[in-house]
């Protein structure tokens, strides 16, 4: 079936809005914070934790890195990426066009694509709007984002005018390619356009107002979250929101930290995906309620109150911060394991409370009263 | 209460046996095998996980890791390793002497102690038997080991004979200094001695006797599996085997493959422990009752059938092995988990049949069944 969002409420003072996605693998309630599982695995978490105590309810896969590793012919020969990594819940990937700009060793864009070398073996490959699609047919997300440019800011206005422009005419190619072609696996796939612009508010809404005619099942805000001031970030986000349909799920892409999180739900954002929790866990860095806990720290070494008095996760109240401190400072693998649930579970329950929050009318309050805290360092 | 061995039963035809050991930690089913946690974590498994899908009965730490890393300070802040790293369980604590031969850069032996460099940060250390006692309490360790000299094989036999009086005099001191010293934390403590004696049999014979005069609550065999052939090891094995009291348990120290461990249980071995199973886990090599799997080879790369069609883990049914071969080619963590607690469960799995068999009267039957298919390649 399509891809249905139901509009639950919208928060009375800010454009806060909490609703439920359907999808043929289940339901997405909304605001939601998507774990980043690149290579089709959410790093150092298993299925079974994100599953039952992350509790995620979808998970990012990076066209990419799966074109590169394990390649198209073996996701098809599995049926798709669900039944190759057994996550039965929404999958969504990325077009890779982020990674080609970020990875590669060498790009050239044309009009027709994106010709570039392989970061792990220098191979050359070509990534067209119409590959792409038929990439993301072979992995078999439930979301499947448009190929896109995304420039780097600060960039040359005119360079961004200009890549919005191809953004614009591959997205065409997209819808064509999909109209085309049949999904793989016997379920729904669909596609999100994707709104450019740089930090130029005339392009931003150029290209809002472009992909809001397009008339799809969601949209989403790319090109952000990639160096700007938080403010610049937020400014966009806001216009772009006011011209996308409201009654489709909005996803703001590669953002971001706690707070950003929840002004950006405040701006009209449904959806998020950031590498930030798992990345951070893999350094140390651990998001709580009170603020941010660098685990490597030597004032956690003899500190035996629970990982986090407040979180809701099984490893929270299970360990304690001296000992995770001590899996940080002599290597082992386990503290990655440990931080990465930790972090994934604080994101989804920031998420899931915001969505209570804007259910019972007091979205701004709440968050109002626990921005400072986020950020904290402890 | 002091450790207790009930032995309820013995092979017919070989000296396997099966018995009970019980602890202030609860009891362990023999034979057992205990997996490796060096610095209070097995590497790459959770405690949830080593508890319920490894279900392992005793885990193993490393004097010599934990002394360096956190310390025997906050070891003792936080109440010993059990209430540190939360595993209730019971643990066996080596003495520390094989990682001072085998990991630091300098190290002087002499009547005191040995004195080393720590492979962390250079900083001296100086070992004694008695202050490896106390290092030992500080943990809290249900079992604590001898601190012994483990000369390599081969060595001129007058420097293995001479080590091994030393290992003896400084047993007495392990002893008197247990005798004399309480627990820390309102559980008995038992020391295990270990005998040495290199390929010699007249050293072996002769250090097994006087580790079996010591009347101890358990005994070891130690300097064993480091580089001698098999048929060697199993031959010392089976007269120390001889010499050691039948009703205390019998600990073969960092021993081994699966075949290994079956051998050593039909010469009379109760205990083991090894690195191998979390260590190739992580080099990407699973052992299975059909055989030894490289999970790095192309050959499993489209072969979506369950990790281990035998195997009682639940990674074991949940993850195939095209999964897990892609997880180990893209250099995902979540990788050294899956193939940790699928060994470590199969480790456990093996003792545990073997215990069965031997309850059942039909060890030696069930051994040869199985030996073949446990060292083949796959």
């Known amino acids: 079936m399509p891809l249905g969002f139901n509009l639950l409420a ?3 003072v800010t454009s806060a809005r909490a609703g439920v996605i359907q999808t043929d693998h289940g339901e997405i309630p909304t605001p939601i914070f998507m774990p980043v599982g690149t290579a089709g695995s959410v790093k150092a978490v298993s299925q079974q934790d994100l599953l039952s105590d992350v509790d995620a309810k979808i998970i990012l896969g990076n066209t990419y890195h799966l074109y590169l590793r394990p390649g ?30 970020s990875l590669s060793d060498r790009r050239k864009i044309t009009e027709e694509g994106v010709r570039f070398q392989s970061h792990i073996d220098g191979s050359y490959h070509l990534f067209t709007p119409e590959y792409v699609m038929d990439i993301q047919r072979a992995i078999g997300a439930d979301i499947i984002m448009a190929f896109d440019e995304c420039p780097p800011i600060p960039a040359e206005k005119g360079y961004v005018e200009k890549s ?14 999909l109209r085309t072609t049949e999904p793989l696996y016997n379920y729904h796939q669909s596609l999100f356009p994707i709104v450019q612009g740089g930090i130029h508010t005339d392009l931003r809404k150029q290209s809002a107002q472009f992909v809001a005619n397009c008339e799809a099942e969601g ?22 929101c006011s011209i996308l349909p ?6 703001l892409m590669g953002v971001g930290t706690p707070t950003n999180l929840l002004e950006a739900i405040a701006l009209g954002v449904d959806m998020f995906d950031c590498v930030m929790p798992t990345r951070n866990a893999r350094n140390g860095q651990i998001f709580t309620w009170n603020g941010i806990i660098n685990l490597r720290n030597k004032k956690w070494e003899n500190d035996f109150s629970p990982l986090d008095e407040l979180g809701n996760s099984y490893v929270d109240s299970f360990y304690t911060k001296a000992y995770v401190r001590h899996l940080f400072i002599s290597g082992e693998i386990l503290a990655l394991q440990i931080a990465s649930v930790h972090n994934l579970n604080f994101y989804l329950s920031l998420v899931k409370t915001a969505r209570e929050k804007i259910l019972s009318g007091n979205f701004l309050e709440w968050k109002s009263s626990v921005t400072e805290s986020l950020s904290r360092k402890l």
């Open 10 to 12: 919208t928060d009375r």
């Open 72 to 101: 198209i012919d073996i996701l098809k020969q599995a049926g798709g990426l669900h039944k190759f990594n057994g996550w039965h819940r929404p999958i969504l990937t990325d077009s890779g066009g982020y990674q080609v700009y």
């Open 164 to 177: 919005m422009h191809l953004t614009h005419r591959w997205l065409l190619r997209c819808f064509e390619r």
């Open 219 to 240: 949209n989403a805000i790319g090109g952000l979250s990639v160096g700007e001031p938080a403010e610049q970030m937020y400014e966009m986000t806001e216009l772009v």
């Open 246 to 251: 409201k009654n489709k799920p909005r996803y």
